[in-house]
């Protein structure tokens, strides 16, 4: 059935859960902080390059850390993107090179961050995650527990930004597009508003997440009204979870961007401080998106709870107004049909009388009558 | 039946909700901020304005963007009100025309902003939202799932207020007639004194809306003291849903009003600052009206369930005492009805004795009767 | 049944809030602020007035509001009170007269604001909140849905306090009594004591009512404690409405009396300053009341559902143990009535047997022997 | 049986709590704030002192007020005591001589305040709550609803400490020993050590409080593991209301060693400073018990109702298997008893079969075997 | 079976949780403050010591006081690390010679402090909590109620950093194994960044112990999702816990660590707080978890009790259509079991058809028939 063949796809999206979890793990405790430790399975890392100023563009793949570094200064706003963090060398390399602090490059490393900025000399460190994208070839129908998301560790330094995440993230690719099209502002602006940008392409790409949520919501909500689906608790919970991991994206990023609107860096200027108080309203969206979700599920879950229960009781009502109301009935013939010496006068006279059948059968008759109206006054029979 | 009936109201409520929410949909993630996009099925924009002071009174209607910005100055006070959000190139040459930041006018597009305010050079920029007005020919009695808010944008710079609107919000209406009547304060006073009046005909018109809510919750109410409605949890559920949107309304323009009262921009003067208190008062008020409904739905709830759970228990000793009084006189009946060869004198001498009807009915009657006894002192007699 | 007769008072208490709750409507939307519109209903405002000083005492009945005006200087302190608010031209003359800010005066009129300080110049217009006394003729016992509270405007002035109210609270009497009297610290004192002992005395009022809402609580413990009373959860739900109600009228005073103790106004005294931190603190002892009520709610409702379910679960057990006894029974019975052809040796020999019969009910003494174990074993029978 | 003896002692230990509510009850709203009423049930003051100093110690009993001030100076600390709160009179000479202020004295007096601290001049006032000791003769085991607080009033001024309580706070007595013994710091320090010590003494007193109360949830998960106790929740009731007594003396009381560490009165010493701060933390743990143990009550309310539950499913599952069993089987043997006329060879054949009787005992099998494997294939005996 | 086999367990490692309880006791109320009291049970203390420098390490065992406090000194850090407290003579000596203040001793010793920081002169006090390694021997699979945490006490003084353990903590093992191996920047820096290592090192020993946890946690939901595991609310009780445990563990140290990075003490030099910083994101990312873990719990039991009462529901439906085809149909052939006399042609004549048995077989089928198409439309047949 239906429901059955739902549950195997659950449990292998619990143990992708898991084994992304597991992935994701952490070096052994007690390591000398600041090591490099990279997982096996950890894409090798691929460094790109996109360099450009207002009327410049130029793009570099396939970089080695140095040349990724001697790129900066030769055009106002340098972006270098580390995809892959599979190889701690090179890592350990491009930390060097542009000077970041072990601490941090620990963090862009491992990837179970939560955002967080921290501030180092002439440097800026910002963790923050955007929705994992959907898989390629994966259906079109919102599934449960497709939602992670992947983190991205930035820097931001005098001339450049530089990213580090763990696959490719395609939220970047409209930042690509108008960095290379040429349009709008950003070839005219420093890297501080490419830093905006990036987050704000991080931003925004929750949304589209947070509505096929709400679809699923709204699927769940429909269903319960149709008919009392088996797996409404089980959706639920799977929406619950996704929507706790998506929180936990999403508020520490709050608190990010208002650090980053309020607290003065020079590496910020003004007018990408008003960029950005404009995406940290987005992700105030995003909350009450969140908020209002959590709301809706626990809403569904009474809904659901109250169907079921209401259904149940509708169940009890059918079982009690037809057992109760052949119970007598069977006593009755069950009189009748008793065996006993019908050479006394006392004993079951009615078996001998012309009338004793119909007699009996009155009996049930009156039997039923008076309870069916016992019911009635009760109101049990309106709710069938 | 009437259940029947309402359900299909209720979804399409439900899809109604869907749709309206797909309309205020977001851009791509990824375009470029400050980007102005509309949505194919809103009204194409019509400009009209209200010029007025101490002894003067314009109306204007169908304005161009230049004839509307043109007027500013002509008059102490000047409200320009833009209905409809369906052209990005009137929107677009408005904002140039007024000077106002690319982001704002993106955000006074989308209509899906929470309240807010944001300070520009020589303009303050507020979102904030009003009911929507009931359709025209809508029955009066309140229906679910009936309420929405409609986003209001307002610019408020030197001379003049101007006002984004997606449909024609009636909350207005009473700020024009005061405007055109002459009577009261608004003539005598400058933009701020008309920034607050829109302010507080849009936080008055939530009041109704409230009281709507309140008397959905009292007929929910009488409705689970007098029988228990089947719907009774998906309305509560479909109540809880429109407090959330009212909440999501009133909550931040109470701290937009906070702002506007304490942080001090020149662009307010001292007394509207006072009214403005007192509209933030009643702010305070309508979130205490929310927050008390949300009470009240979470105490019906309970109730619905407690007296759900009570009539089914009621169900349940009902069959319990039948089926206990049945069983064992089922049991009786059934023992004489055995055939066994009446030859040997141990098999059923009952069967013969001249009162063994009598005998066995009395046994029935007497079973009966113990079993009366014992539902007595369990007490499960007194509850019928 | 008691149960019965309870239900049409409590739809009357509902119903009774509904219509107090329509009584105390706003005005219209959009009316302009400031305006004075009085509820047909309304009492018409009474003006009496109590002055004085050390050794100096008068009382004024029946005054109009240019005699009440007059008063002011006459005495140290001189205390207006307005019953009754059912005239506005009255109540815009008291306005005037005394130079209250018309917003101000619109609040005082409106009786459903929060309890709010606000501060103009020269006067302090404090609202706040005293419990409604009770019905006169009333029965002594608790009863639910009893709980409403009325609002009090006053405004403190150099002098004078001026107190607006809907009816004549009773909780104000004991001043007047301590004002006549001349015991105690009042004659000695300026207006702002007087502001205090009013602030104080409508305080006080609230922990009888709180302590009758204790009994309340305690007396459906009880009762959930003696038998499962069907009521119950509509009892608690009223009484919740009821904390509700107090709390709102309770808390906003908390910060109106801290407000009143910090913010430093020249009209507030330092030796009142100590006393209405005492007051504070009263406000803070009520709030942990209504909340170690609130608290007992919940649990009374957990207690109720839990002892609920429990006796739903004996109900059950009973039904299953009797069921399931004389559900074998029933069939070892139906089997020796079979009327099968005793011609072949192989159809129901037992029949012939001459302890056919004893045999038969021996076979339904074990499999009642057996179950009895199994239940015992099971621990079903201990419960009962 | 056990459970139903219980319920008779829940029942006195509430009224107990209702009584001993009434006797700390309120005076009459409205009077004059400053008053001393005392309660006719009180008991007697009783005045007593401690006096000691680096080399000395004095310690007098039945002290008249005159001859406790006297006291005063005489050695470098006095501890004045006064027990019972019965005699309006006592106290105001007390109060008198010792300069307090009006208001706290009534707060001393009024035992139902909540710990709180004033400063007046050259006087800080605390009061806080001790736990009342177990009655004597008392049982040693755990008993439900017996932890009740007593209210100490304390007045700190230069060179004394003066303490009034309503019985005899026996978590004074290793104080009073030390004191005495002169071992350790008490003896070498000024009263604000003194103060310290008191209110350390009655910290420390609530552990083994909140480790009886831990008992308690212990027992009761205990026994809720063990069989489904019908008052588990009744218990778990009590145990909320005697945490919420609790968390109403220790929450504030935390306030109060705050403001007493932070600020800087000079009553207090900067070495008692030390450890009020480190009293505070004991407070703090005191505070993560006391959240400890509700977070437990809840756990335990979910445990309970769910294994209440389990086993109710249990219960239905074995009636619906039984019931599911017989029912065809009794269909089965009453087809058999049926009095057709065998005449027609149509009516009954298999009554004439030879092997007749085992073909119906073999419907019956084959019937219940069938039902067996459906069960079996539900995994509905497998919960057995 | 399982389920009953892992009940003793449960058992134990509750009686196991009472005992460590009563191990950590607190002592009697009312001792002086600052006195030393051991538990006999406690092990006897063993004092080691590590020293090291830029290029230099030694390490010592089994030390006496004096021979750890004459190390001071001799090395840039000093680590003195005192193993078991069973011994109060050794304790106070040691706390004499570092000068260590009484109060921050006694809480050293009572082993049941949660986190705190305090600065003393040249000292600070840190109280921390690590997670009690697993016993020796203890099966690898994730038990429940096994996560205590254990009491560390840390002094940092200059020139040298002391701690007090209960046991052997092995979470500080990887601190030695970094400060012996000379690599990594532990060897070049003070005594402050010993004190962050070993803070580091208990903050990094939760992760494993949190990923356990979310084992556990899926591990229920597998079997939740498999069957309905009987002990699934005792097993979320458990974890909830042992989740109750870490975050009291963890919660006080956040504030302890962003104590240590804001409080600028200068025992803390500037790089040292780097890796503090660190560190305290370390416990925001552990909180992290545990709300986590805890928002997963309440999930799973709403899953659980939606499943179990889904299946619940499923039971009774089936109950429900068995009894309900089966009761007409017993009705029915008790009809036919009647023994009316056959002579009046009124009584059963039925019985005398040629076809009787068939019409009666007959009556049973459309019986059925009409029952069974009355459960489709109600839908109850789809659920089985």
Redesign the interface.
Known sequence: MGVNEE?PD??TS?AAR?KR?KAA??H???????TITVSASAQRPVIEAIAFGPGEYAKHQGLSPEAAHALVGTHPVVWINVTGLGDAKIIEQVGDLFRL?R?ALE?AVHT???P?I?EYPDRLFIVFRAPEPPERGAAPAPEPGQVGTEQIAMFLGPGFVLTFQEGHAD?F???R??ARGG????RNQGPDYLAY?LL??AT??F??VL?SM?DRI?AI??DI?A?AP?D???R??EI??DL?NLR?AIWPLRDVLNALVRDPSTLIGPEAR??L??CY?HT??LM?LVE?CR??TS???????????????E??????V???L??????I?????????R??P???P?????????F??GLCAISTLILFIYFRR???LG?R
């Open positions: 549950r659950k449990k619990g898991r979890r793990q952490r052994a405790p007690g390591t000398s902080p600041g602090h601490l963090d179970h961050q939560r967080k921290e939220c690719e409209p930042v597009v108008r349009k709008g502002r950003m940008a704000d392409a925004d790409a949304f589209p509505d709400r709204d909500e429909q009204h008919h088996k409404a608790i089980a639920i919970y619950r979870h706790a936990r008003v960029f108080r404009d309203d105030a969206q009450d209002g709301d809706s809403g569904l879950m009474d809904l659901h709870l109250g169907m079921a229960s209401a259904r149940m009781n169940v009890m009502k059918v079982l009690t037809i057992a109760t052949f119970m007598p009935l069977t006593f013939v069950g009189v009748y049909g008793m065996n006993f010496d050479a006394s006392l004993n079951m009615e078996l001998g009388w012309s009338y004793g059948y119909l009996a059968l009760k109101g049990w709710g």
